[in-house]
């Protein structure tokens, strides 16, 4: 029996050719899925083409199904052998990601160049995003009702757009400022042109711009109240180092519990308790609105699911008491060039497999859902029993670290619940960095959860 616990590289562990095969399918999902509606259309057209049906179409034979809430929810259902009057088996994840919004009233120019105004979204160093490539992906409603989809910026041959920075000759004052004042959030407006329109006698600039949008999409000005359009990193997942072990990527936080959770749940044949994978939005921002954790999305899928099995002797409140669940979200593994602000006993390390989250929070534990015993044992037992490469870990020292997920919000909801996910490096950056072997861990964790825990 060994006294003493540790964890070993993953790498160690799991078949070689299983996580790079399992990685390539996932760098094409984190390069495509860039904001939650792709997410969702991407995840929705997978659960099709494996027999999925919509939950709110009615096939009570189906046996698996998806629930969309405004394009940006999408809940994943699979029938158990036993009724899911007894509880479900859960994954919950979110697939928002910090980005930065373009505003209702966006275009304006000055110094002869043209510029979207911007209203950052989520938790940034907003430093990071001046001077690289962004994409804009999004929708916009035209004034006919015609729904444009937006995706500029991705193809080799699309224009990019990008914030520019004060140079360093110039930058005497600014350098001297902290880290958040260093770039203003009303200074990330990006370049969307700079060739003036020959015929006009005011905003030349603005005006070209106006046309070409109009002569290219059918666009006027005023469609961009009805819009909602986002700057996001351009270009696609890359592999990291001469060993190409990690992933580079714009949205791993939280996409990539996003991705392994639905797949692990497509490869679930024959679950014995019945299983759910939730992914939500709005959980960078406080899990509000109608597509947030907090909202009842969740409780009216599950009623309407019971509704068409014919389950009437119990409530979706008693089903939910009876379920459990994985709060699938990112750590932060111990970053060799910032040791000091991690508690290296208690976080966890990159490459050393799938993180279990005690309690989140910040300080003293202030806003934290915090497992059971009982319920980190059970995972605990089905990780160690199924060869599950995993670790325990924190975000940060206490005084320094916190964050929060959407346990939290399940445990309202009478669901026990635990956090489990991988842990990056550069979490929230642009690109931020994630272990191949995690990456894979965290699906074979999210499987083992729904098809064999009791």
Known sequence: MELKYSTK?????????????????????????????????????????????????????????????????????????????????????HIDSPRIDIKQNPLYEGADVVMFKTHYYGGIKKYQWVTIPLALHGVII????????????????????????????????????????????????????????????????????????????????????????TLVPGGKARDVGFDRGAIASYGHDDRICGFTSAVALFDVEKPKRTIGVMLFDKEEIGSDGITGAQSDFLDYAIE???????????????????????????????????????????????????????????????????????????????????????????????DIGGGGTVAKFMANRGIQVLDVGPALLSMHAPFEIASKVDLYSSYLGYKAFLEKFE
Not at 191 to 208: F, M, N, R
């Open 9 to 93: 590289n993953a790498w160690e562990i799991l078949n070689h050719d299983e996580v790079i095969s399992f990685s390539e399918s996932y760098k094409d999902f984190i390069s495509t899925a860039k904001t939650e509606r792709e997410a969702v259309k991407y995840l929705k057209n997978v659960a099709e083409k494996k027999g999925f049906t919509d939950l709110f179409q009615g096939d009570a034979h189906s046996g698996k199904y998806y629930a969309i809430n405004d394009d940006k929810n999408i809940l994943l259902l699979k029938d158990g052998e036993i009724s899911a009057e007894f509880g479900l088996n859960f994954v919950f994840a």
């Open 142 to 229: 035209l004034r006919d009702g015609t729904k444009l989809e937006v995706n500029i910026g991705e193809n080799e041959t699309d224009p990019v757009f990008v914030i520019s920075d004060l140079l360093p000759h110039l930058a005497r004052k600014q350098m001297e400022q902290n880290a958040r004042e260093v770039i203003q959030g009303e200074a990330l407006d990006p370049i969307v042109g700079s060739i003036p329109d020959k015929e006009s006698d005011k905003e030349k600039l603005k005006t070209a711009i106006l046309k070409l949008l109009h002569e290219k999409y059918g666009i006027v000005e005023e469609d961009f109240i009805s819009s909602e359009l």
């Open 304 to 398: 309407k699911y019971l509704s068409l099995k014919g389950i009437k002797n119990v409530s979706v409140r008693e089903v939910l008491h009876k379920s459990y669940g994985l709060s699938a979200d990112v750590n932060a593994a111990v970053d060799p060039l910032y040791r000091d602000v991690f508690d290296e006993q208690n976080s966890p390390i990159f490459g050393h497999g799938v993180v279990v989250t005690k309690f989140t929070g910040s300080g003293g534990k202030y806003s934290a859902s915090d497992a059971s015993a009982e319920l980190v044992f059970k995972v605990r037992k089905l990780f160690n029993e199924n060869g599950i490469p995993w670790q325990i870990g924190e975000l940060g020292k206490v």
